[in-house]
């Protein structure tokens, strides 16, 4: 079974930056598309980044194009969300994600279906 678990999160003020961190058992972690989500208070959860098995391709959510950097190390099974310039929309809980499906054909359509292994989420908050 997939565990994942995040790390990295805190509070900052706006215009700082935050490294979270993604770190999965199991095996063929290379072989899947990896995505981080966020949830904020009282609205429903969305997407913010992927990247895909290659490496190759990323996607953002339009909101933190330019200001996050989605990367991944699969020799050592994580995966990372730089994110600077932040904002206080920015503040939720994280949660890193795995695709249900190896070697997906990456699109800049990715959803929360896509993704069968969840962490448990870590918070940011961003203050004013």
């Known amino acids: 079974q997939v565990q994942l678990v995040e790390s990295g999160g805190g509070l900052v003020q706006a215009g700082d930056s935050l490294r979270l961190s993604c770190a999965g058992s199991g095996r063929s972690f290379s072989d899947y598309a990896m995505g981080w989500f966020r949830q904020a208070p009282r609205k429903d959860r969305e997407f913010v980044a992927v990247i895909d098995w290659s490496a190759y391709n990323t996607y953002y959510l339009d909101s933190v194009k ?63």
């Open 66 to 128: 330019g200001r996050f950097t989605i990367s991944r190390d699969n020799a050592g099974n994580t995966v990372s969300l730089q994110m600077n310039s932040l904002k206080p929309e920015d503040t939720a809980v994280y949660y890193c994600a795995k695709d249900l499906i190896p070697f997906r054909t990456p699109s800049d359509d990715y959803r929360e279906t896509d993704f069968g292994s969840w962490g448990q989420g870590t918070q940011v908050t961003v203050s004013s």
